[in-house]
């Protein structure tokens, strides 16, 4: 059904390969996008993104609810932002 791809990582710019496995694993937990890093690239990031440092949060009010609170990413503005609770009652829908 599936068969090894080779992908360029966006970081390092080098070949890697997206194998037939990968890809059924993907698609078994529902992810629509291919990997855009090689392992060793993915592996820095998560590091980086996890050295210690408290994650930057951001003060925004619910747009489904008004209550205040603060979500991980920068609202752009453009989409609806909303509180723990109220995304996941809309995930639902």
Excluded: I, W
């Excluded at 993915?42 to 949060?57: F, I, T, V, Y």
């Excluded at 609810?65 to 609202?75: A, R, T």
């Amino acid at each position: 059904m599936y068969t090894d791809k080779t992908l360029v990582c966006r970081d390092c710019g080098q070949e890697f390969t997206f194998t037939a496995s990968e890809q059924a694993f993907y698609a078994e937990k529902g992810f629509t996008n291919e990997p855009s890093r090689c392992k060793a690239c993915r592996d820095a990031h998560k590091a980086q993104r996890n050295s210690g440092e408290p994650r930057k949060m951001y003060d925004v009010v619910c747009a489904a609810c008004g209550n205040p609170c603060k979500v991980p990413f920068e609202p752009k503005g453009d989409r609806p932002v909303y509180c723990s609770e109220c995304f996941n009652k809309q995930r639902q829908q």
